[in-house]
C-alpha cells in the first residue's frame, strides 16, 4: 500500500528578478525560524538514498520535511514517505530547475510549521538547478563515485556556488579509477570555502558529520 503524499504541479515563475524574489523567502524563512537547503546532483548519485540516511540522523532533534522534485514520477517522495516524514513531491512540468517562486510554491504546499529543516531534492542535472537561486540558505551537491573525478572540471558552476559537498559511495571506491585527493583540490580551487565530506548513504559512513553540520547550520540560523 503505498503512502499517501501531496502532489504539486508547480509553475515557472513570471517574475524575471528571481534573485529579489529568492531574497524575499529567505527573509520569510527567517522569520519563521526554517532553515532551507536546496541539495542538487546528476541522477543516480544517491541523493534519496542519503537524504533517508539523513533523517533517521537526525530524527531526534531536528524536525525536517523533504520536497522532492522531478520533472515526473512519485518514486522519491514515495521513498522519503515510507521513513514517516513530511514530504511533497513536485512536478515542474518539464522544466530541468527551480527557481524561488517554485519554491516558494513548494513550501507552501507542504507546509512549514513546526519545521526546523526544509531539504528541497533539486531536479537531477548538473547545469541548471546550479544557475537559479532557490531561496535557500545553503546550497549542497552530491558526487558520486562512479561518475567520475572530473565532473568539477566539466561542470564548474555547480561546485562554485555550493556550501558542500557530499562525495557518496566512497565504500566503492577502490574498483573505481577515482582520485578523492583530486576532487577536493579542483573544487577547492573553485570554491575556497567549500566544505567536502566523504560518505556512504550504503553503510552510513560519514553521515554522521554530514548530519552535525546541518545541525549546526540549522541552529546558527535560528539563532541569529
Known amino acids: ?17 528571481n534573485d529579489k524574489r529568492a531574497e524575499l523567502l529567505r527573509d520569510d524563512l527567517k522569520k519563521d525560524g526554517v532553515f532551507l537547503l536546496n541539495l542538487m546532483s546528476s ?9 533517508v540516511q539523513t533523517l533517521k540522523a537526525l530524527q ?4 525536517v520535511g523533504i520536497m522532492e522534485a522531478d520533472i515526473s ?15 511533497i513531491q513536485l512536478h515542474t512540468g518539464g522544466m530541468c530547475h527551480l527557481d524561488a517562486d517554485m519554491t516558494r510554491q ?13 531539504i528541497l531534492e533539486n531536479v537531477g542535472n548538473l547545469v541548471c538547478p546550479a544557475e537559479f537561486d532557490t531561496g535557500a540558505v545553503k546550497n549542497a551537491a552530491i558526487l558520486s ?30 574498483h573505481f579509477d577515482f582520485d578523492l585527493d ?34 549546526t547550520e540549522v541552529r546558527v540560523w535560528q539563532s541569529a
Open 43 to 51: 541522477p543516480g548519485s544517491g541523493k534519496t538514498t542519503t537524504l
Open 182 to 215: 583530486a576532487v577536493i583540490e579542483r573544487v577547492t580551487e573553485l570554491n575556497p570555502n567549500i566544505k567536502v565530506i566523504p560518505i556512504s548513504a550504503r553503510t552510513g559512513e560519514g553521515i554522521e558529520q554530514w548530519a552535525n553540520w546541518l545541525r
Open 145 to 174: 563515485v562512479p561518475e567520475g573525478d572530473d565532473k568539477p572540471l566539466k561542470y564548474p558552476l555547480i561546485f562554485s556556488v555550493v556550501d558542500v559537498l557530499l562525495i557518496n559511495k566512497i565504500d566503492v571506491m577502490e
Open 106 to 118: 513548494g513550501l507552501e504546499g507542504m507546509g512549514t510549521d513546526g519545521l526546523d529543516l526544509a
Open 1 to 17: 500500500m503505498k503512502s499517501e503524499f501531496k502532489i504539486l504541479e508547480i509553475k515557472e515563475s513570471v517574475f524575471e528578478n
Open 73 to 87: 514520477s512519485d518514486v522519491d517522495a514515495q521513498t522519503i514517505a515510507e521513513t514517516g516524514a513530511k514530504v
Open 60 to 63: 531526534n532533534d531536528t524536525n
